[in-house]
């Protein structure tokens, strides 16, 4: 079912107050006051969720506003979906897409700070195919006219998107339309047929990506251009081959299980699939459910797990 944009979202209005969520839950309590005087930031906050939830506007949000030593407070409004009856709730779940990004950093930063890897490794010290990297001449041109990469990418480099790896979200020409081809696009939205939000079909495993990877030209030489890419999916194979265990066993037993987040998984439990809140795309200045919880492309085992925008939280 479709609904109508009646009301257009005010991109920056919703920023402001996404920011002044998430930085509230940064400040001591007195800071977080003198920031928000003389208004009260809990009041502040179910305000802007009354304000945005609603037909024409978004189904519905959960906020959550914390301060150290505080106990959180969850402010939930509306439902799942626009048609869902089920309401949102501190225990609604989420497609946290590119905030898997950070998850994978910190899984990441564990073992720089173990000793097993170093900030400033050269990634071909654990994937060897990634030494002799080639560098379009053009970015985004020609995927032949290409020149031998002047510097190793390290784990930095894909730590800050500054590795040249070529992210077929973000490319254009005829690399996007290799990287398709070749199932090298991570990341999962819908099992709806649009072309907007596919991303081809994939290959099979963190190492047939990282493989496939290592044989597409660069984009930008490492480390002298900033350009998001999937340096972070990168790294999921990397924590494989430095630990020995899965991607997602490691985030599991390294982050999640000590975290006490017992449910954030690549893979959503049918049994949890309630829980979902539908997704919903901007397709024609109308919103459409691209993905339902009741069959949700996230209750699949994800063709690899996608260390930059694979979790559900």
Known sequence: MRHALDNRLDRRAVMRGAAFAGLSALLTPGLAYALA?????????????????????????????GAPGQQTQYIARGTEGFTDADVMTPDTLFRIYSMTKPVTGMATMLLIDEGKLGLDQPLSDILPKFAKMQVQVTPDGSITDLKPAKAQITIRHLLTHTSG??????????????????????????????????????????????????????????????????????????????????????????????????????????????????????????????????????????????GGAGLVS
């Open 37 to 65: 005087a003389p208004g009260d930031p809990v009041k502040n906050l179910r305000a802007f969720a009354e304000r945005w939830v609603g037909p024409g506007k978004l189904p519905g949000m959960v906020i959550a506003l």
């Open 165 to 306: 790896l070529a992210y077929g979200i973000i490319q254009k020409g005829p690399i996007r339309e290799a990287l398709m081809a070749k199932g090298l696009v991570p990341g999962q939205v819908s099992r709806l047929q649009i072309p907007s939000l596919s991303r081809g079909t994939h290959v099979q495993g963190l190492q047939a990506f990282t493989d496939g990877m290592a044989q597409m030209p660069l984009v930008y030489e490492p480390g002298t251009h900033w350009s998001y890419g999937p340096g972070l999916d990168v790294l999921g194979h990397v924590i494989e081959v430095v630990t020995g265990q899965p991607f997602e066993v490691f985030l599991k037993e390294r982050l999640f299980d000590p975290l006490g987040m017992a449910s954030t998984w690549f893979q959503v439990p049918r049994s949890q699939a309630r829980r979902l809140a539908t997704n919903y795309g901007v397709l024609g200045g109308k919103l459409v459910p691209v993905d339902g919880g009741a069959d949700s492309i996230y209750l699949d085992k994800p063709p690899f797990p996608f």
